[in-house]
């Protein structure tokens, strides 16, 4: 029979595939914040974790990431990637892209609607934290 993950555990892998930062997901997750990196890193070696992890990316995968919060998510860790190797025209690019997902950049010519994206998760999404048991 397969271990059941925790609460947190799950929640960890939910948080960790919208953000791809470990010790940011471990702490929103609920773990403490001082031992949160060191958290992540156990929790990503365990094979079960990596087997839950590839379950959600292969879920959000087929939805198209049409989530608006794991967009912008990864566009700030390409963005400080950019900014921490100097490349500031790559760093410019991708503000501009998380100004359009938010709505905040002038609308793209070939459009003349400009589109929404979700900005909370259906309650049935893949990536739906679930709350902690009391």
């Known amino acids: ?4 993950l925790k609460t947190r555990q799950d929640n960890f892998c939910r948080y960790y595939v919208r953000s ?4 940011a997901a471990a702490a929103r997750a609920g773990y403490s914040p001082r031992s949160a990196a060191s958290q992540a890193s156990r929790l990503l070696g365990d094979p079960i974790i990596q087997a839950r992890i590839a379950i959600l990316q292969a879920e959000m995968s087929k ?5 608006l919060e794991a967009l912008i998510a990864k566009l700030e860790n390409i963005y400080s ?16 892209a998380q100004a359009r997902l938010l709505g905040l950049g002038p609308p793209r010519p070939r459009s ?7 900005t909370s998760e259906a309650p049935d999404s893949p990536l739906s934290v679930r709350p902690e048991a009391a």
């Open 1 to 4: 029979m397969a271990k059941r």
């Open 112 to 118: 003349a609607k400009p589109a929404t994206a979700p």
């Open 81 to 96: 990637r950019a900014i921490n190797l100097g490349n500031y025209s790559a760093a410019t690019a991708i503000v501009t």
């Open 20 to 23: 791809y930062d470990p010790a």
């Open 63 to 67: 939805g198209g990431c049409r989530d």
